[in-house]
């Protein structure tokens, strides 16, 4: 008999050869059925909605069947979607795809496209064209061929070549040595398309493959990367003598008044669900929805250049196998991930998720300046944390939970820039020459955060507040006051960022009341006004991509509207997410509703960039605003020596060892 299976956890591996299995029998053999996705489907949130009050309330949990999708094809060139009940065994549905949808990409394709790029006679006279010094290897990069094209329907992939250099080492930076052609081929028959080249000057113009320039590599690795007299760090440690604070039983996560959900994802990498703090229910799910980099090089193939990471491939899918005291310090729980080969059995993807606490410093503290007693108490955060690989980025996605009940989603950047070749002396306005004959063009990363709140219950409104100068009067006469305005957003739709208002976004639930405040109870979705997507209204980038146009939209909860450019993003021309959700039609006021938040950074790079990039860390809290009648961590210990053990440097005389305090 299979185990209990919680709704909101992450599909199993006996689910998925299941769904898998069902869906073959449903074809003939020659219809040669290949998978390049399959995961659960959240259930529908009416019937959570029930399950979950009576869990919380103790009583006989109704069964809610299991869903999969399943994303396959058949006869090599037709994309189909199966809906698969894992619990009663049947298939609800299955459907044959609109011509030229292109599923995502699984990572058992991407190596054999690289194998058969490499073998290719027309790529081998290319490279024989190179004359390289012996040592050398090509490698290649397959890349999301984009779209630039409204009457392509084939699934296309770009392959940019790289040098591996001459030392031997698998780990050889090949983004250091680019080269200057580029191959594209058909992805489901893997059939050589034709050969794009790569500029190299200042203009559009390419060149014929000539004998390749020899150029120091830029290395990385510390094998390779010259460093041989290194600093000298002493270990610190993160220590809990007495086990964790937290507690994990299935998916579910209890950690000092914090009570939540984690389910890993495919493609979403995971996705919190059910969020209580101190008794009260704050949010139903928060995942990362989606991202799109679009690269600002307008030269072909360049152009093209615009990566839906989720959508593409699979955050989850392309999930790092953490390593203890490498990615998480501490003590640390860790999830699997799940994916599939092509011909639908699942894997297990290690230590995708790692959970752990952390400090981060004070958290709040006063000085009585007239006893000198002080108050302090320690920001203690619980970290989700994931990190994709794909391809050359590296992207760190942590949900933090703070002890004063806020929620910070983190997303940190880091890996190796995209490159590109680059003649001797020549500079370009759209990049930064990065190393000898490379250089990195300008490009954004675009996330969008889906928020689906729950604020004392799922009846919540967004509004945004203003700050405006009070205008001159009896009560204001030195014209010095300010005050707020507050605009409710009362259908789908965005929200114009204003920070020169200071524009702060909330999202409220107008049928309860703060007796203290007496307004509503809310959590205010802070993050700092950004620069959206740098691309024309009428390209195929923004038409792809409308949640990037804006950073805060509001939107009807509605069941399986999950994905900010909608379902499918591999080599698609429109969006059919939020450019079709959030179209003023429907009444968001004191209705169940989900909440975009749009997180972008424009990464102009540098020189020190390269050859792998320092993290770059971007921010989004979800604070509560009125929804306590104090603050709420005032309920947690103080900090004292006792406690925290400490110790002096050499030499620091003893008073200096805590704060003073009677308490």
């Not at 053999?29 to 919380?56: G, H, R, T, W, Y």
């Not at 409220?508 to 993050?527: A, D, L, R, T, Y």
């Amino acid at each position: 008999m299979a185990p209990t299976i919680h709704p909101f956890d992450s599909v199993k591996d006996y689910e998925i050869r299941l769904a898998s299995k069902l869906v073959k029998d449903a074809y003939p053999a020659s219809a040669n059925v290949n998978f390049v996705q399959i995961d659960k489907v959240d259930p529908p949130k009416q019937d959570m909605k029930k399950f979950l009050a009576i869990e919380k309330a103790g009583g006989a949990l109704p069964t809610i069947s299991r869903v999969l999708y399943a994303y396959y094809y058949t006869n090599t060139f037709t994309f189909n979607k199966a809906l698969v009940n894992v619990t009663s065994g049947h298939i609800i549905t299955k459907e044959q795809l609109e011509n030229g949808v292109q599923g995502p990409l699984l990572p058992d394709d991407v190596g054999r496209w690289e194998e058969i790029c490499i073998a290719h006679p027309l790529i081998k006279a290319e490279i024989e064209k190179l004359k390289l010094p012996p040592g050398y290897v090509v490698r290649t990069d397959p890349w999301i061929y984009a779209t630039d094209d409204p009457n392509e329907r084939r699934g296309l992939v770009q392959f940019y070549m790289y040098l591996c250099a001459s030392n031997g080492h698998a780990e050889s930076n090949h983004y250091s040595l680019p080269l200057k052609f580029s191959p594209v081929f058909e992805t489901r028959s893997a059939e050589f398309v034709r050969m794009d080249y790569l500029p190299g000057g200042f203009d559009e113009t390419v060149t014929p493959t000539l004998p390749w320039q020899q150029v120091p590599c830029v290395e990385y690795h510390p094998e390779l990367n010259g460093e041989t007299v290194m600093r000298d760090p002493k270990p610190l440690l993160i220590s809990q003598p007495e086990g964790p604070s937290f507690t994990v039983e299935g998916s579910k996560v209890k950690w000092l008044g914090w009570e939540f959900r984690v389910a890993t994802t495919a493609r979403e990498g995971f996705a919190v669900y059910d969020v209580w703090f101190k008794g009260r229910q704050v949010f139903y799910r928060i995942s990362l929805s989606e991202m799109t980099v679009p690269y600002g090089d307008p030269r072909a193939p360049y152009h093209r250049k615009q990566a839906f990471d989720l959508g593409d491939c699979g955050f989850g899918t392309n999930g790092n196998k953490l390593g203890l005291g490498c990615d998480c310090l501490g003590t640390i729980h860790y999830l699997d991930g799940m994916s599939v080969h092509s011909n639908g059995e699942p894997y297990v993807i290690p230590n995708t998720v790692c959970m752990h606490e952390q400090d981060n410093g004070i958290l709040y503290k006063h000085v009585n300046y007239r006893t000198d007693v002080a108050v302090v108490a320690r920001k203690r955060e619980f970290v989700v944390q994931t990190i994709a690989t794909v391809a050359n980025y590296e992207y760190i996605i942590n949900l933090k939970f703070c002890n004063d009940g806020l929620i910070d989603i983190e997303t940190r950047a880091t890996g190796i820039l995209s490159t590109m070749p680059i003649d001797e002396n020549v500079t370009v306005p759209w990049g930064t020459i990065v190393g000898p004959n490379v250089m990195a063009a300008y490009h954004q990363h675009i996330l969008s955060f889906r928020i689906d709140p729950a604020i004392d219950g799922h009846k919540n409104s967004v509004v945004y507040d203003d700050v405006e100068m009070l205008p001159k009067s009896k009560l204001n006469p030195y014209g010095i006051g300010f005050v707020t305005k507050r605009n409710f957003v009362e259908r789908s739709g965005y929200i114009d960022q204003a920070p020169f208002a200071n524009r702060t976004y909330k999202i409220i639930n107008e049928n309860k009341i703060n007796p203290i405040s007496k307004s509503p109870v809310g959590f205010k979705v802070m993050m700092p006004a950004r620069q959206m997507i740098l691309a024309d209204k009428d390209s195929f980038n923004v038409k792809r991509a409308a949640f990037a146009t804006q950073q805060v939209w509001v939107t009807k909860y509605r069941d399986h509207q999950l994905f900010a450019a909608g379902e499918f993003t591999n080599q698609s021309q429109k969006d059919t997410g939020l450019g079709v959700w959030a179209d003023g039609k429907d009444e968001v006021r004191n209705e169940d509703i989900v909440v975009w938040a749009t997180l972008g950074f424009t990464h102009i790079p540098r020189v020190e960039d390269f050859p792998v990039m320092p993290v770059e860390t971007h921010n989004i809290h979800l604070q509560p605003a009125n929804f306590f009648d104090k603050n709420p961590a005032l309920d947690y210990p103080q900090s004292n020596q006792s406690f925290n053990k400490s110790v002096l440097y050499n030499g620091q005389a003893e008073e200096k060892a805590c704060c003073k305090t009677n308490l």
